[in-house]
C-alpha cells in the first residue's frame, strides 16, 4: 500500500513539473487545487528556480512550515503556502505566525505564497520583519516563469492602491 501511494504521489510530481514548464497551469487552475496540492506546486517552482533540498512538511503539526528548503545561494528558506479563495485577504497574524516557523527551523529566510492578497498589517509587519511576501499577483509571476529571488526585489509592493483594490473586490468577491 505505501509503495503504490509513493507511485502515485511520484506521478503527481512529474504531472506537476510538467505542467509548470509548459505554463498550462494558469490561477484559475490554482484556485481549484487543495492546500497540498498547492504546496506541491510551490515546492515545484522552486526546484524550476534552482532551489535544493526542497520538501513538503505540510500538515498537523507542521510549526507552520509548508516547504522547507535551500536557495541556489545555499540559504535555508521556510515557506508557508495558503490558498484561499481569491477574494480572501491573509492576516497578520498568520505572517506573524511564519516569522516563528523561521525561528524554529533557524532560516536564513521566510517566505509567505498566497493566491489572494495580504492585509496591509500583514505586509508592512512581513516587510519589517524581512519576510517575503509574494501575493497572487505576484505568485501568477513567479507561476509563469519570473524566478523566485527577483521577487524579492518589489517585496511590500505591488498590490495597487485603492481603485485596484476596488476592482479586485468586485472581480474576486462573486
Known amino acids: 500500500m505505501a509503495h503504490r501511494q509513493a507511485v502515485a504521489q511520484q506521478g503527481r ?8 514548464t509548459a505554463g498550462r497551469r494558469t490561477l484559475a ?7 497540498t496540492q498547492f ?10 528556480d534552482g532551489c535544493t533540498q526542497v520538501r513538503t512538511v505540510g500538515g498537523t503539526g507542521d510549526n507552520r512550515a509548508d516547504v522547507l528548503g535551500r536557495l541556489p545561494d545555499g540559504r535555508s528558506m521556510v515557506i508557508q503556502c495558503k490558498r484561499y479563495a481569491p477574494h480572501r485577504t491573509t492576516a ?3 505572517v506573524r505566525d511564519l516569522l516563528g516557523a523561521k525561528v524554529h527551523f533557524a532560516a ?20 519589517g520583519h ?12 513567479w507561476n509563469n516563469g519570473t524566478p523566485l529571488l527577483s521577487l ?6 505591488g498590490q495597487g492602491g485603492a481603485t485596484h483594490r476596488s476592482r479586485w473586490k468586485q472581480t474576486h468577491s462573486k
Do not use: K, W, Y
Open 13 to 20: 510530481h512529474v504531472e506537476t513539473a510538467g505542467q509548470i
Open 29 to 35: 487552475v490554482i484556485d481549484t487545487l487543495p492546500g
Open 39 to 48: 504546496e506541491e506546486v510551490v515546492a515545484e517552482l522552486c526546484r524550476r
Open 92 to 94: 497578520s497574524r498568520e
Open 108 to 127: 536564513d529566510i521566510a517566505i509567505f505564497v498566497a493566491a489572494t492578497r495580504f492585509s496591509r498589517q500583514a505586509e508592512a509587519f512581513a516587510v
Open 130 to 141: 524581512q519576510i517575503l511576501t509574494l501575493h497572487r499577483d505576484f505568485f501568477g509571476l
Open 152 to 157: 524579492a526585489e518589489v517585496n511590500g509592493r
